[in-house]
């Protein structure tokens, strides 16, 4: 690695006026050969950088040279970053405090302090005058008399470079508190216990767990989620009884394929604790009883290609699966004690134009969560068979259910916002259709939607399918082919990203800029349909039908076609990575955060975590077929010699998601074949993982830093 090279640019920089950028680090290149089972051989020099201990002090030097380079060549753009995070912060209610929910005679919600990266999370007892929008004007109002805190996660992250709860659950009685907490962003937690009576953390420490744990009825025994310390996968439910060793805890199930995740929940009516396990393609869901813990019954044994959830309320099962050839989903219905698919009924038909994604049981109707053209609705079933849907009120936006704790309640909590309007949380009563504003995400500095437009566009792909577009702009915008655009996009995993608000984004818009999400296939947001063309053998409709998106804005003027920048994370960073082999030329600036770029290696190795979980998504590339088209796509493997356009690609050094090395790699690698004088920087955060930095304010450093960097390349103002 010629980091004396580095160094020496660096210092000349430093030491004179001009304007001449440092030389980068380049990594050393130590032959190294990728051999999948069938014979097949890859070159891999850069293949040294990996280091599982994140401790090689010949790695950690590059890392470290990199984010030099990064200071060095982003030192220009210093005064924009310091403004865009002021503005994006200054937007934000420093105070603020989400909407509580009730259950179990308390009230629970989470709130910020002034000044403060962290939440508390807190709860008051139920009473009279007491409900949730008299808690939220107590909570604006700084009276705090009558609470409880639960947790204070500022002192609980003092001194640690990251801190996050993953998930708190409070036992049947209201008495004790179980936590789990991740110290590095690997997303391997430890299990906290908190004695609510006195105060008192009890001895109990359980390590190496996912954040998902439930309590029996009888108010000491916990059920937990135990990931494998080195995939992460996560292997077994184990049962802790409080003030035991937990050395002993008794497994209650094993998950011995390794292409399933795993979770536990309590059913709807807390009669039962639920295991549910998923692959990519198949679910199976065991049960027990939450006051007397035993065997764990199959609800359904797991069926390759027959995927399925459900819940229990009213003395039923309902489930919804894609069983029967319902590809977008359907819901049915199994009496106590079914063990077979085969005594289920139907209660909600399948359609081709309806994607249902979830449901809420309540006593006096069903809420389900459906997906029609592009966009989501809510849709209220009655007992009578009668129907009604959740209005909406513009053409692009994004509606879900929020937290309904309490299945006999008549009112149904949802949630509402679009690329103009904040998030917002509303209660519709379904009985009277009384509907209740009950908050509104404040957003200060002058914000008014009324100065901004939201428009749903329709791009047509190369193979004729038309590819849904959301796109915002400030009012007086000019669609005459001359602005500055970033075009978002993921399409992977099913995951559709509709159209949210963005207190960051808005200063984007606020300079001129449009901001457009493409709805590529690989997501869901046109039903089942258009997960499938998006992946396995079809993934490269995700990256073309990006593109696609890109060359219809620009035909429609919305940007100058040497002034657009995309943007992908994860997933969604392989995306950037595939357009700029596929497309350099489109883009003046990629923006890259945590990227998956190194699919085909990654896939053929299964002790990274999550490989096994993910064959049904990009294929095994152990199998010649889905080698063969994963080579032709995989971002690393297809660098070349040509121009690619300035690139910001970022990572967190304790990623357990997409591991550092992927882009570490990819960097080495495009600093050797890039033609072109475009910046490309690579930013490691040390002290974090797949989420970036912990805290309510500090990714906002991390995102001003990008944005400014892709600003100063778009030559806005």
């Known amino acids: 690695m010629k980091i004396e090279t580095f160094l020496a640019g660096l210092f000349l920089m430093s030491s004179s006026s001009a304007q001449t950028l440092p030389t980068p680090p380049q990594a050393a290149q130590h032959p190294h050969t990728v051999t999948a089972p069938f014979g097949a051989q890859r070159q891999d020099n850069y293949y040294w950088l990996r280091d599982d201990t994140r401790e090689r002090p010949d790695m950690l030097a590059y890392l470290n040279a990199e984010n030099a380079y990064a200071d060095a060549v982003l030192a220009t753009s210093k005064p924009t970053q310091d403004a865009l995070y002021h503005e994006i912060v200054a937007r934000i209610q420093q105070d603020d405090a989400s909407v509580p929910f009730r259950e179990r005679g308390y009230w629970y919600y989470a709130r910020f302090e002034t000044g403060k990266d962290y939440p508390i999370h807190a709860r008051r007892q139920d009473g009279a005058g007491i409900d949730a929008q008299s808690i939220l004007q107590a909570n604006a109002n700084g009276n705090f008399d009558g609470e409880q805190i639960l947790l204070d996660v500022n002192a609980l992250a003092a001194g640690k470079d990251y801190f996050s709860i993953g998930v708190y659950e409070v036992t049947p009685n209201n008495r004790v508190l179980a936590y789990a907490e991740d110290t590095n962003g690997r997303r391997q937690y430890t299990l906290r216990f908190i004695d609510l009576e006195s ?7 359980i390590s190496g767990v996912a954040p998902n744990v439930v309590w ?15 995939t992460l996968l996560t292997k077994r439910v184990k049962k802790h009884v409080l003030g035991t060793d937990p050395a002993t805890d008794t497994v209650v199930y094993t998950e011995h394929d390794d292409s399933f995740y795993m979770g536990i929940d309590r059913s709807r009516d807390d ?8 692959s ?33 309320y009213g003395g039923r099962w309902v489930i919804r699966t894609n069983a029967d050839g319902a590809k977008n989903f359907k819901l049915m219905t199994a009496a106590d004690g079914s063990t077979s698919r085969t005594a289920w009924q139907d209660l909600v038909a399948h359609r081709d134009d309806v994607l249902i994604e979830g449901f809420e049981l309540f006593q006096h109707f ?3 969560a459906e997906r029609s053209g592009g966009l989501e609705r809510v849709r209220i079933l009655r007992p009578d068979g009668s129907e009604a849907f959740v209005s909406a009120d513009e053409s692009a936006y994004s509606m879900g259910l929020d937290v309904n704790s309490e299945a006999e309640s008549p009112w149904l909590r949802y949630s509402y916002t679009s690329m103009t309007t904040p998030s917002t949380t509303y209660a519709l009563n379904v009985l009277t259709n009384e509907r209740l504003l009950l908050k509104r995400q404040p957003v200060l500095g002058g914000y008014d939607p009324e100065k901004y437009v939201t428009e749903r566009l329709w791009a047509t792909a190369r193979d004729g399918t038309q590819i849904p577009v959301s796109i915002v702009y400030k009012k007086g915008f000019e669609k005459n082919g001359q602005a500055a655009l970033l075009q978002y996009g993921y399409g992977s995993y ?41 992946k396995l053998l079809n993934k490269k409709n995700t990256f073309t039908d990006f ?26 960073g392989l995306l950037m990575g595939a357009i700029s082999n596929m497309a350099p030329d489109k883009y003046r600036v990629i ?22 979980n993910e064959y049904d998504e990009w294929g095994n590339p152990e199998q010649k077929q889905y080698y063969d088209y994963i080579v032709t796509y995989s971002p690393y493997d297809n660098l070349e010699a040509k121009a690619y356009p300035s690139m910001f690609i970022g990572t967190g050094l304790w990623d357990s998601q997409v591991q550092y090395w992927e882009p570490a790699k990819y960097v080495a690698r495009l600093r050797t074949l890039n033609t072109s004088h475009a910046p490309v920087i690579f930013r490691t955060n040390m002290e974090a993982g797949h989420g970036g930095k912990s805290g309510r304010f500090r990714r906002y450093r991390e995102q001003a830093e990008m944005y400014a960097f892709m600003l100063e390349q778009l030559d806005v103002r």
Do not use: C
């Open 199 to 205: 105060g008192k953390t009890l001895a109990d420490t």
């Open 216 to 230: 029996a009825d009888d108010n000491k025994t916990l059920f937990y989620v135990e990931n494998d310390p080195d």
């Open 271 to 278: 009669q039962y604790i639920v295991i549910g396990v998923g």
């Open 280 to 312: 990519t393609v198949s679910s199976e869901l065991r049960y027990t009883s939450a006051a007397q813990p035993g065997q764990f019954t199959v609800l359904a044994p797991r069926e390759r290609d027959v995927e399925y959830d459900a819940d229990h």
């Open 366 to 368: 069903t809420a389900i």
């Open 494 to 534: 099913g995951l559709s990203m509709d159209p949210g608000f963005s207190v960051s984004v808005v200063s984007l818009l606020d300079r001129g800029m449009a901001y457009a999400i493409a709805h590529i296939r690989g997501g869901q947001e046109m039903g089942r349909a258009w997960y499938e063309n998006g």
């Open 547 to 572: 593109i696609d998106v890109t060359e219809f804005l620009v035909q429609q003027g919305y940007a100058a076609p040497n002034r657009v920048a995309a943007h992908g994370g994860s997933a969604g």
């Open 591 to 612: 923006l890259s955060q945590v990227p998956f770029v190194d699919v085909t290696t990654t896939m053929l190795d299964p002790s990274i975590p999550l490989t096994t």
